[in-house]
């Protein structure tokens, strides 16, 4: 069918008969009908998301993770020190934050670790609102902040690990109640 007669309204019939069922079916598919055709409320939540939607995420974040942990933040050094002190292709970071090199290497582990084992537990169909799902989620996302704030040399690792903390207590929150609306009583004051 050309696109004029979609235009001007003579192809309406033929894609009411191909794309109605079609149609229909997604929005059985997504909760947006309910049995009698009458629209329902859909509250996503994290179990919403669908096992393909998820195993993207994961499957970016161990990209992410492999990157990290093969690109240190301030590179490598390029010649050996007459002194002994570094070799080419050492992490200069390791040679000058030693404790700073040791947590990024840990965080970026875990997250790899960890989303790893998301997209093995997706791969194997585990439910999305089971914990083998949601606990590795939640330590690979988590992760990726701990890399990205480590790698800035000029904050404290306190307050790195202060901000990382908080960002596994907000996403804990966020998966334990898995719904912004169950939340409304930090939001406003429930009705009398």
């Known amino acids: ?16 008969e191909v794309g109605g069922e079609l149609g229909d079916n997604h929005r059985r ?30 499957t970016l974040i161990t990209a992410l993770t492999y990157q990290l942990g093969t690109n240190i933040p301030g590179g490598y050094w390029q010649d ?4 002994g002190s570094h070799a080419a292709g050492d992490p200069i970071m390791r040679d000058k934050h030693r404790r700073r090199y040791w947590l990024f290497m840990a965080a970026s582990w875990a997250g790899f670790g960890s989303s790893m084992l998301l997209t093995l537990a997706l791969l194997t169909g585990v439910p999305p609102r089971s914990r083998a799902v949601q606990w590795p989620f939640l330590v690979s996302y988590s992760s990726l902040v701990l ?18 903390a908080a960002v596994m207590a907000v996403l804990a929150v966020g998966i334990k109640y898995r719904r ?12 009398s």
């Open 80 to 83: 050996d020190a007459a002194d």
């Open 1 to 16: 069918m050309d696109a004029g007669a979609v235009e001007d309204g003579r192809g309406a019939g033929h894609t009411a």
């Open 147 to 164: 890399t990205f704030i480590t790698s800035q040399s000029r904050t404290s690792l306190a307050m790195d690990v202060l901000i990382w």
């Open 29 to 58: 598919e997504n909760g947006t009908v309910d049995g009698g055709g009458g629209g329902r409320s859909h509250a996503p939540g994290f179990g919403a998301n669908k096992n393909d939607t998820l195993l993207v995420v994961a």
């Open 180 to 191: 912004l609306d169950r939340l409304r009583f930090l939001f406003c004051s429930p009705a």
